[in-house]
């Protein structure tokens, strides 16, 4: 959450959006539990399935989304962009290096009323090709083994030699 709460918080400032959040790929689609109203979180439960919303949609195409006239939008959930007064907005995946989606980014309406354009589309994806590098090494080490357990299993194979613990991260 961290790392995907700073990458918000650099879109905000690039874009000059004015709110924006940020989620993993689930079993079930992409997630959110929150959202940034300037630089404040509000709680926000957000999930959309492969193909619904914006996050849906990107999980599903692979590459970011944009619109300037969410009234008209077919693909916004009523819902949220009611609840958060989102007019316009883009919505971004992060993708591993098989091209997996495995995160998303969304900024919402400039702060000067004006729409989005190919500048704020250009720094949005910069910083999701920077998500991209150290999101699945997170991930990557989320799903390890405790070392502990891990050096155990090492130390009692014959073929292995035992490594120091000082080479574990803590």
Same mark, same amino acid.
């Given at each position: ?9 650099? /879109?905000?400032?690039?874009? =000059? ?13 992409? $997630? ?9 979180? #509000? !709680? +926000? /439960? ?10 849906? @949609? &990107? ?8 619109? =300037?006239?969410?009234? =008209?939008?077919? +693909?916004? #959930? ?12 883009? $919505? &971004? ?13 969304? #900024?919402? =309406? ?10 704020? /589309? ?16 997170? +991930? ?13 299993? +090492? ?5 292995? /030699?035992? #490594? !120091? $613990?000082?080479? @574990?991260?803590?």
């Amino acid at each position: 959450d961290t790392l995907l709460d700073s990458l918000v918080e650099q /879109v905000l400032d690039l874009t =000059n959006a004015e709110s924006g959040c940020a989620g993993l790929r689930t079993p079930q689609g992409m $997630s959110c539990d929150h959202f940034f109203q300037g630089h404040s979180i #509000v !709680p +926000l /439960v957000y999930h959309c399935v492969t193909g619904v919303g914006w996050p849906g @949609w &990107v999980l599903a195409h692979r590459t970011h989304y944009l619109t =300037n006239d969410v009234l =008209n939008d077919p +693909l916004v #959930v009523q819902e949220v962009r009611d609840r958060l007064g989102i007019r316009s907005g883009i $919505s &971004v995946p992060i993708a591993d290096n098989e091209r997996d989606v495995i995160a998303f980014f969304e #900024v919402y =309406n400039k702060r000067d009323g004006a729409g989005f354009d190919e500048f704020d /589309v250009q720094y949005s994806l910069s910083a999701a090709r920077h998500g991209s590098l150290a999101i699945p090494d997170f +991930l990557a080490r989320r799903h390890l083994k405790a070392p502990t357990a891990f050096r155990t299993a +090492l130390t009692s194979a014959r073929r292995f /030699v035992p #490594v !120091p $613990s000082a080479v @574990w991260p803590s």
